[in-house]
């Protein structure tokens, strides 16, 4: 039986150089020490324009010690494709590439180039942080953006479309593998990295990701926020492997206790300061009805 990850099993080596230029209490500088430790060394990065850019800055003060191509926006997953022809053009089949990039780059932006590696399946790791908006340029709403958030880009009532499924997007490609994670459940995140790591094919990694300075919240509260959002259910932890849906431990334990209430994660944070409380109660209904399909679901 393989040993169970925790803190105290990591491995030791950093790949990330100990300065950056990460927001306080960002998120992503979480998942990003914590990704990179279970990618290992002998991996090729594709970054397109976003706050990881900017974590780890160009060359040659870049904070992350592997090779990264950083590419357009609109390219990732071709930028990634042809890192793979590469590869096996000198016979190499053991380095991994995986594509990380952010909410604008995946649902909106990268979209048409993600969706076509995934039909040709090409053997990468596509990593999609979703701090649900352009938070690098300024705070503009993006396909994730939930609705009701107030952007820099929306009415005064906040974003009016619904945020974009797009793990179910690309799970409907019939890849072998799709995984929601969290910035507040690194151990998590790093496991399915691991696994995504075994399997031959796309595979495609959501990571539910905190802002401090976007979402409008003490920094010191990154991890509490992240954990209330899967706490209330509003954000689920699963994998979907070959078709098989299971839920993540976090989320797992919710179908035997109470979810905690929406409105307590809605309130922490200025940037759903323009919901109603009839929206409010609304978002809960159809919280409460998702999780009822979970539990009619067979064990």
Known sequence: MAEKTTVLNLPEDELVHPGNRA???CGLSIIYRIGLKA??????????????????????????????????????????TGILAALRAQKNTSTTVAAWAGDGGTSDIGLQALSGACERGENFIFICYDNEAYMNTGVQRSGTT??????????????????????AIIAAHGIPYVATASAAYPIDFYDKIKKAKTISGPKYIHVHTPCPSGWGFNPRYTIKIGRMAVESGLYDLYENENGHFELSGPSQRLLKKD???????LE??????GLSEARIASIQQEVDAKWETYRAQPS
Do not use: H, M
């Open 23 to 25: 927001c306080a209490g």
């Open 39 to 80: 990618l290992g060394r002998d991996t090729i990065l594709v970054v397109p324009p976003s706050c990881l850019t900017v974590l780890q800055g160009l060359y040659p003060i870049a904070a992350t010690q592997l090779p990264c191509l950083n590419v357009t926006f609109a390219s990732t997953a071709a930028a990634a």
């Open 146 to 167: 939930p609705q009701g958030v107030l952007t820099t880009t929306t009415p005064i009532s906040g974003k009016k479309q619904k945020k974009k499924d797009v793990p």
């Open 259 to 265: 979810r905690r209430p929406v409105s307590e994660y």
């Open 268 to 273: 922490t944070q200025a940037r759903f300061r």
